[in-house]
């Protein structure tokens, strides 16, 4: 046994952490999605600790020189651990909306039930970001306190604070301090203005308020699953805020749409129009008080 596995089991800051997360029962398999940076580290650190089963996955997005050398710094700890190592190589193009392309062509390539180091600063700043957006009570409601964000409870700084405590290596992203990504502008300009107009740290408390939109948003969908989506009329005579979430999530079943998408087909529903683009070559169109997803080669 490593060194650092005795040091970790004897950390009593790693214990008080650990007992905020939402890891799956000791001994059970879990594959985190480990960049090297502090907030996936401690994921991966607390996992051992938790007595999983742990698979590290490595992505290098080949975006600038040396970033190869980062999954060495996770297979050192996955060693160190006495845990797996599977390090993913991709190419992703420079240009315009490179930090969602980057993380459309990562999730390709890492399994679904992937865990990622996500913490509550992360839930703050989405959470503003979806607000700036015009996104609605879904996306306010940011990521769910589930095993794929095991960590979510816990703070930035305390990340590194045990990294510290530990002396792990971890990676540095420049591209964290880039002000030309949202997310940075967030971080590294917005929340510190709140924080002195409110003379408070803010995160917790929009970490807070993203998880009451979760338990609405949660309670709203069960309501809508209710509802026929292909049903015309029911849609026409349900209540607007139902009927856009019932066909929101019968979309989904193809692609997600959007606000102005979902807003066409529930006029396709109440009969101001017969038929709507939905993306993905398809159309919605209504026959005898019922509602079709057709391809176009079906026309």
């Known amino acids: 046994m490593h060194a650092l596995v005795n040091k970790?089991?004897?950390?009593?800051?790693?214990?008080?952490?650990?007992?905020?997360?939402?890891?799956?029962?000791?001994?059970?398999?879990?594959?985190?999605?480990?960049?090297?940076?502090?907030?996936s580290m401690t994921m991966f650190l607390l996992a051992v600790l938790n007595g999983c089963k742990v698979t590290a996955f490595h992505v290098d997005h080949s975006l600038r020189i040396g970033s190869n050398l980062e999954a060495n710094i996770v297979a050192d700890l996955a060693r160190k651990l006495g845990?797996?190592?599977?390090?993913?190589?991709?190419?992703?193009?420079?240009?315009?909306?490179?930090?969602?392309r980057a993380r459309d062509a990562r999730y390709k390539v890492l399994p679904e039930d992937i865990a990622t180091g996500h913490t509550a600063d992360d839930q703050a700043e989405t959470l503003l970001i979806n607000l700036l957006r015009g996104a609605g009570l879904q996306g306010l409601a940011g990521m769910q306190h589930n095993k794929s964000h095991p960590i979510l409870n816990l703070r930035r700084k305390e990340t590194?604070?045990?990294?510290?405590?530990?002396?792990?290596?971890?990676?540095?992203?420049?591209?964290?301090?880039?002000?030309?990504?949202?997310?940075?502008?967030?971080?590294?300009?917005?929340?510190?203005?709140?924080?002195?107009i409110s003379q408070r740290?803010?995160?917790?408390i929009l970490a807070r308020q993203a998880e009451l939109f979760r338990d609405d948003a949660d309670f709203l969908d069960s309501l809508a699953k209710q509802l026929d989506p292909t049903d015309a009329k029911a849609l026409a005579s349900a209540p607007r805020a139902l009927a856009r979430r019932a066909i929101r999530i019968w979309l989904t079943e193809i692609y997600p749409p959007d606000s102005a998408t979902v807003e066409?087909?529930?006029?396709?529903?109440?009969?101001?129009?017969?038929?709507?683009?939905?993306g993905m070559n398809r159309e919605v169109r209504r026959s005898q008080q019922r509602l079709q997803i057709n391809s176009h080669q079906q026309l």
Not at 264 to 278: F, S
């Open 8 to 39: 970790l089991k004897a950390s009593q800051f790693a214990g008080e952490l650990l007992a905020r997360c939402n890891f799956p029962a000791p001994g059970s398999q879990i594959n985190c999605a480990v960049s090297g940076g502090k907030d």
């Open 201 to 204: 740290d803010v995160a917790p």
């Open 264 to 278: 066409r087909v529930l006029d396709v529903a109440r009969g101001v129009t017969t038929a709507c683009e939905i």
């Open 160 to 196: 590194e604070q045990l990294c510290h405590e530990l002396d792990i290596n971890c990676v540095v992203d420049p591209t964290n301090a880039d002000m030309k990504f949202l997310r940075n502008q967030i971080r590294n300009q917005l929340l510190p203005q709140i924080n002195e």
């Open 83 to 100: 845990a797996d190592f599977i390090g993913e190589t991709i190419k992703v193009d420079l240009g315009p909306n490179l930090e969602a």
